[in-house]
């Protein structure tokens, strides 16, 4: 899958049509793309397993879900801004695809009006082998300035999420073949 180019943005309203969900290409993040030695279930396993998040996630260290389409997704992110301190956050699964896709999106709600969503991808590459990569979208009339604001910075915990993603799903990869 291409996160610049999934299924639900060829559906997705402009700035014009929905100004406060509106979609706009140009106001995305996308982490690096890892190549991680372990099958895509393996991968699966640990993005669905919330609860161990602290022992491998260097963004998210605490999240609490049931994953279940439109539940809320409790979470406590390492502030890029804000050193040594921890910024709650609240997102809702909007799509699941096992074990290939795991998205969750922020609301616009009037004290936060700055909607978004995330894709986590995952493809497989082989039987012991696949691909991750993830990717937000801000969304709505503020999503170019939380792209000039942010975006950098969400690059760059993505990106350190993905790495980090990677050696867990290895190391348990190798722990259990060996």
Known sequence: ???RNMPWMET????EEDPINGFNKDWMVVSEKVAIDAPASVVWGILSDLENYNAWNPFCIRAESTLEMGA???MQLVSSTMPGQLQPNVEYVCEIDEPHLL???ARWVEEFPYPARRDQIIDE???NRCTYVSSDAFLGEHGGHVMIF???WVRRAFSDT???LKARAETLHSGSNG
């Open 150 to 152: 942010c975006g950098p």
């Open 72 to 74: 809320p997704v409790l």
């Open 1 to 3: 899958m291409d996160p």
């Open 162 to 164: 993905a790495l980090a």
């Open 125 to 127: 590459t082989g039987p």
């Open 103 to 105: 998205s969750w999106g």
């Open 12 to 15: 997705a309203k402009n700035i």
